[in-house]
């Protein structure tokens, strides 16, 4: 792992199945955008001939949480072509991405469409979807949820914290700012590029508020006094604690509009509909529920260590092969639970939707 | 991992790099069989339309034995349809390949066919291949190698040997060929759906001689000596050993032709070549010229290791998560080293290719 900023990506997901089981917070936010995808799957274009209709899942991670977006798109498309035509199902995510845990669930989870529909065939691309990594012209239905947030990569460090979103460095949030416009129109062409004539896209991802807010403090502040107190305990040194920045970005109602002219146009592809919401933080309401302060932190923390710890973890001396990694993984993991667990607030969770057309 | 024998099946190929380091056996084995997968590619009928040209790799592994021969069938299939038309190669294996490295290998090898041609995308698939897993009709060019000498499961144990080629055992050696006869009906019905019409399959594993004689003598009398002395040392049980299968087979000319009909026709397939040859052993020819058998007995143990190992280490008591695993793998191959270079001998591979292409 080189330790030059503009080489820290981000990393695919928590692998063995630990996305998986950590994710229900990107379940909760997803599931407002489910009725966008299944207007999609009611709507789109579709190909004449017989041959395959192709469904793109960008950013699938270990697969669990697509499975009910699609299988519910997958019913709808089934209505209109009959029993018989094939439906191709390509799950995308990073070339590290715990693909086994993807197949198997795929193969065995009781909610896979693959169980349910003989003529669906699955399969997987590991490529950054800042890339075209599918044929031109090939996809009809895309979907992609809670992917788009991460960036191709950190443009600088962050001085001031982990997450540029808290950051009061002007020149650091502006180089942020530029990387996420450059990656949003970046995403936006490519996927152009892939999808059918009629196709449809459909994006949920991290959001700001109308206040500008990105959410998670009390979460990122847990997190950020934990790591904190790794480096006074001299488990982390101050310098490995510097590199360390979640790729992320929040977009603003404007930073999703930026590309499309006054015709809501970019290139061939428009857009239909895009709506900023907030997600409901279900940890919280089980706390009012039960007061149980400890699980609302523990379920918090093991949402960050499925999905940002990874990330965090590259930036030990050694990268990702540092012998550290799994007691860095689960100090941190704690120590965060016990910060949260002492202060437990309600989470913001800005979200947006984003339904987009590729011109017939 | 269940002690039934029913369910002992094959285990992916050594993962994390394992299996592209240490599969020039299988490298020099296949090269043979490339001027087949050319001429397939030459004369194959391909599908009017631009959709994408599919090419499909059954039992990849981490890729790296893909790269030359696909690239060489992907150049001949670009003179035939220009530079623009899209070429898909979709690579399939068990649930638990190691994807990451297959993917690794694709998007970062110098000589990945990713990094020739812009036009050709790649995918994968994690399921087995006796099931259908692409859709019908939707493959133009099959490769298979090193793959279809792992049956889909083991029968039953063999009560004297790892290898059922060597087992005296009637009703094992009856169940065994029966599973490997039901197993190459059941890749050719599948492959037979998912074929374009007029497409091409070439396949390339492993076979018996004119002599009926398996191969890999001194090899397999290595590894089996070495299993005894774990017992004998009570690193393993005698009930694991008991357990322990390589659920593999070489199949003769009259297995390979036993669905096939006079007209050489098994459905849609027609055989159009059947030829079993000799692979060469380049680790003796190394070993003719260097004297190391050392080396030569560390390069065959590799070998095992990285393709028939895991599936062993399988039937350890707490199956595949058993924490003995490592230092069953490590020691195996150490001993099997040590008895194959106190008695190096030339290794007999006798090998298939069988050229198969649909009716049109």
Request: glycine share 0%; net charge positive.
């Given at each position: 792992m080189s330790k030059d900023p503009g080489f820290i990506t981000p990393a695919a997901m928590e692998g063995q199945g630990g996305y998986n089981r950590s994710s229900q917070v990107q379940a909760a936010g997803l599931s407002p955008a489910v009725p966008m995808l299944e207007f999609a799957a009611r709507t789109v274009a579709l190909p004449a001939g017989s041959q395959p209709i192709v469904i793109a899942d960008y950013g699938s991670s270990e697969g669990r949480n697509s499975l009910l977006p699609l299988s519910a798109a997958i019913a709808i498309l089934r209505q209109r072509i009959g029993p018989d035509r094939a439906i191709s199902v390509v799950h995308t995510d990073l070339p590290e991405n715990d693909f086994s845990v993807l197949f198997d669930t795929l193969n065995t989870d009781p909610n896979s469409y693959l169980r349910r529909d003989h003529a669906v065939f699955a399969s997987a691309v590991g490529r950054s979807f800042y890339e075209q990594i599918l044929p031109a012209e090939s996809v009809t239905l895309g979907w992609s949820s809670?992917?788009?947030?991460?960036?191709?990569?950190?443009p600088s460090l962050i001085p001031d914290q982990l997450q540029v979103a808290f950051s009061r460095d002007a020149p650091t949030r502006a180089a942020f700012s530029k990387q996420a416009a450059e990656d949003w129109h970046q995403f936006l062409t490519h996927r152009e590029r892939e999808l059918t004539p009629g196709a449809r896209l459909a994006v949920m991802t991290m959001a700001v508020d109308a206040n500008g807010e990105f959410g998670y403090r009390p979460l990122l502040n847990a997190m950020y006094s934990s790591l904190v107190n790794l480096v006074d305990s001299g488990f982390l040194s101050g310098e490995e604690m510097r590199r360390m920045v979640i790729p992320t970005v929040g977009r603003s109602r404007a930073d999703f509009l930026a590309p499309f002219g006054a015709d809501s146009r970019c290139g061939l592809l428009r857009l239909e509909e895009l709506e900023i919401f907030l997600g409901e933080d279900h940890f919280w309401s089980d706390l009012e529920r039960d007061g149980d302060a400890q699980r609302f932190a523990a379920r918090w923390a093991a949402f960050s260590r499925a999905s940002v710890f990874p990330t965090l973890a590259g930036s030990l001396n050694s990268g990702r092969s540092d012998a550290r990694t799994a007691q860095f993984i689960e100090r941190l993991e704690s120590g965060t639970t016990v910060r949260l667990a002492a202060n437990p607030a309600p989470m913001l969770i800005p979200l947006a939707k984003v339904l987009l057309t590729k011109e017939l």
């Open positions: 809670w992917a788009i947030q991460w960036l191709s990569r950190a």
